[in-house]
């Protein structure tokens, strides 16, 4: 760490090294013999496409989790996620705390770029606060899921999937040790089980908003109008796409004949598929089974990820934000952005836009060629894309039977997804002058 913050590099190059580093130092941990019940250990493909899902906070598995890695194998997949979920910076400001060193300011400046935070002012508190709740929420959902597991599967095993299923809900990872009856059967025996599905989804939402809008929370309560208008646009937009996943899906899919399921059954079912397709990774039903349009919402929704300086990553909720205000600014004849009183600054609207295209043409460019390396049908493919880019782990059965051409591929979108667009950017361009004049300006015509 004292290297990178010595030599002269960007905050956003640190990020690219620092996931990039914690994915090799995983992918060693698991090659190791005793991770998998055959002791034999994996090979590198196998343990470098777990390491990348799990410290991207995915979800995507070429083997049964539970069938396939030993407790052991499970500890390193737990703390990779663990590792993820809080981001690399925090993790290494955490080692430098504990170290005793001095955050010095490109520390803070580095870390600030990692959570998104606004100012550089109070970084070193903030992250404070993100550990203890990070601990306290963990906790408090490790000991509501062990009132179901503990009677079920003894005390010991009942704790610790307690645990497990807990930190990867908070992190928004997926990964489930549900498989040793039925292979991949994540929480699909919990469908109908409102404590499992509610804890998890709550997990879900609340590692998904971000730290910063917890921070707002926590420090204004109920008074709406003095959070960030960052805050207020998470808020506002993730419970709009709560509702609309919701609404689809109990009015249009799981009220079919087909599935069987009675109101509220379908009114839980529902509401988990609008959680989960946010970067999360856990399903309660079979997703094969899910109609062509309900696949496609899915898809969508996996799309959108999570909040800035959250523990999931995929297409931030505030770039679809920024883009739909700016959208409406052009429907209502407005020369600026605005929201909630504010007027947002021209360079959000060109980012988010860049950000947009830059997920979508990742998104298109990965499924066409998973289509075309293993000869798969586009919207199993695009399923696929979708989930890894949005770093979300919901998958139709195909991950495990993919090639080593498009894991490859897998492994690049979920490593793009986590680090974000904006990051790479500035990785690559950090190097770059800004020009010292403009050019003159013409018009052309768009629409």
Same mark, same amino acid.
């Given at each position: 760490?004292?290297?990178?913050?010595?030599?002269?590099?960007? /905050?956003?190059?640190?990020?690219?090294?620092?996931?990039?580093?914690?994915?090799?130092?995983?992918?060693?941990?698991?090659?190791?013999?005793?991770?998998?019940?055959?002791?034999?250990?994996?090979?590198?493909? @196998?343990?470098?496409?777990?390491?990348?899902?799990?410290?991207?906070?995915? +979800?995507?598995?070429?083997?049964?989790?539970?069938?396939?890695?030993?407790?052991?194998? &499970?500890?390193?997949?737990?703390?990779?996620?663990?590792?993820?979920?809080?981001?690399?910076?925090?993790?290494?400001? $955490?080692?430098?705390?504990?170290?005793?060193?001095?955050?010095?300011?490109?520390?803070?400046?580095? !870390?600030?770029?990692?959570?998104?935070? /606004?100012? =550089? *002012?109070?970084?070193?508190?903030?992250?404070?606060?993100?550990?203890?709740?990070?601990?306290?929420?963990?906790?408090?959902?490790?000991?509501?899921?062990?009132?179901?597991?503990?009677?079920?599967?003894? =005390?010991?095993?009942?704790?610790?999937?307690?645990?497990?299923?807990?930190?990867?809900?908070?992190?928004?990872?997926?990964?489930?040790? !549900?498989?040793?009856?039925?292979?991949?059967?994540?929480?699909? *025996?919990? #469908?109908?089980?409102?404590?499992?599905?509610?804890?998890?989804?709550? =997990?879900?939402?609340?590692?998904?908003?971000?730290?910063?809008?917890?921070?707002?929370?926590?420090?204004?309560?109920? @008074?709406?109008?003095?959070?960030?208008?960052?805050?207020?646009?998470?808020? =506002?937009?993730?419970?709009?796409?709560?509702?609309?996943?919701?609404?689809?899906?109990?009015?249009?899919?799981?009220?079919?004949?087909?599935?069987?399921?009675?109101?509220?059954?379908?009114?839980?079912?529902?509401?988990?598929?609008?959680?989960?397709?946010?970067? *999360?990774?856990?399903?309660?039903?079979?997703? #094969?089974?899910?109609?062509?349009?309900?696949?496609?919402?899915?898809?969508?929704?996996?799309?959108?990820?999570?909040?800035?300086?959250?523990? +999931?990553?995929?297409?931030?909720?505030?770039?679809? #934000?920024?883009?739909?205000?700016?959208?409406?600014?052009?429907?209502?004849?407005?020369? @600026?952005?605005?929201?909630?009183?504010?007027?947002? /600054?021209?360079?959000?609207?060109?980012?988010?836009?860049?950000?947009?295209?830059?997920?979508?043409?990742?998104?298109?460019?990965?499924? !066409?060629?998973?289509?075309?390396?293993?000869?798969?049908?586009? !919207?199993?493919?695009?399923?696929?894309?979708?989930?890894?880019?949005?770093?979300?782990?919901?998958?139709?059965?195909?991950?495990?039977?993919?090639? @080593? #051409?498009?894991?490859?591929?897998?492994?690049?979108?979920?490593?793009?997804?986590?680090?974000?667009?904006?990051?790479?950017?500035?990785?690559?361009?950090?190097?770059?002058? &800004?020009? $010292?004049?403009?050019? /003159?300006?013409?018009?052309?015509?768009?629409?």
């Amino acid at each position: 760490m004292s290297f990178w913050i010595k030599e002269r590099i960007s /905050p956003s190059q640190i990020i690219i090294l620092g996931y990039f580093l914690f994915i090799l130092c995983g992918t060693a941990l698991l090659m190791l013999p005793f991770t998998t019940r055959d002791g034999v250990g994996p090979g590198f493909g @196998d343990a470098l496409f777990t390491a990348t899902s799990a410290i991207t906070v995915t +979800g995507l598995v070429v083997h049964d989790t539970a069938r396939y890695w030993s407790e052991f194998g &499970q500890a390193i997949i737990l703390m990779l996620i663990q590792a993820g979920g809080l981001g690399v910076m925090s993790m290494a400001v $955490a080692v430098a705390v504990l170290a005793g060193q001095k955050i010095g300011f490109r520390l803070r400046w580095v !870390m600030q770029e990692s959570i998104s935070a /606004p100012h =550089l *002012a109070g970084i070193v508190r903030l992250t404070g606060f993100i550990f203890k709740t990070v601990l306290a929420v963990e906790l408090a959902g490790a000991a509501l899921l062990a009132l179901r597991f503990c009677p079920q599967m003894g =005390l010991g095993r009942g704790l610790w999937m307690a645990l497990f299923h807990s930190v990867s809900a908070f992190c928004n990872a997926g990964f489930d040790l !549900m498989g040793e009856a039925h292979p991949y059967a994540s929480l699909t *025996a919990y #469908a109908s089980d409102p404590l499992v599905c509610l804890v998890v989804a709550a =997990l879900i939402i609340t590692g998904g908003i971000g730290f910063l809008t917890l921070d707002d929370v926590r420090s204004h309560g109920a @008074d709406f109008r003095s959070y960030r208008l960052q805050s207020k646009l998470v808020l =506002l937009f993730t419970a709009a796409l709560l509702l609309v996943g919701f609404l689809f899906f109990f009015f249009f899919e799981f009220r079919r004949e087909s599935w069987g399921m009675s109101g509220p059954e379908a009114a839980l079912a529902a509401f988990f598929q609008s959680v989960s397709p946010r970067t *999360a990774g856990f399903n309660s039903v079979d997703l #094969a089974a899910l109609s062509p349009l309900g696949k496609l919402v899915t898809m969508l929704l996996m799309l959108v990820g999570a909040a800035p300086g959250s523990t +999931g990553g995929g297409f931030k909720v505030t770039t679809l #934000a920024v883009l739909l205000l700016g959208l409406l600014s052009i429907f209502l004849h407005r020369n @600026d952005v605005r929201g909630f009183g504010r007027r947002l /600054p021209d360079m959000a609207l060109r980012r988010a836009s860049g950000i947009f295209m830059f997920y979508l043409l990742l998104f298109l460019a990965g499924g !066409m060629l998973i289509s075309a390396f293993d000869e798969l049908p586009l !919207m199993t493919a695009f399923f696929e894309s979708a989930s890894a880019i949005g770093t979300v782990g919901l998958s139709l059965g195909a991950t495990p039977e993919l090639s @080593d #051409a498009s894991r490859g591929i897998l492994i690049l979108l979920m490593y793009f997804g986590r680090v974000g667009s904006l990051t790479v950017v500035f990785a690559v361009s950090s190097g770059l002058r &800004q020009d $010292a004049f403009r050019y /003159p300006s013409e018009d052309v015509a768009v629409g």
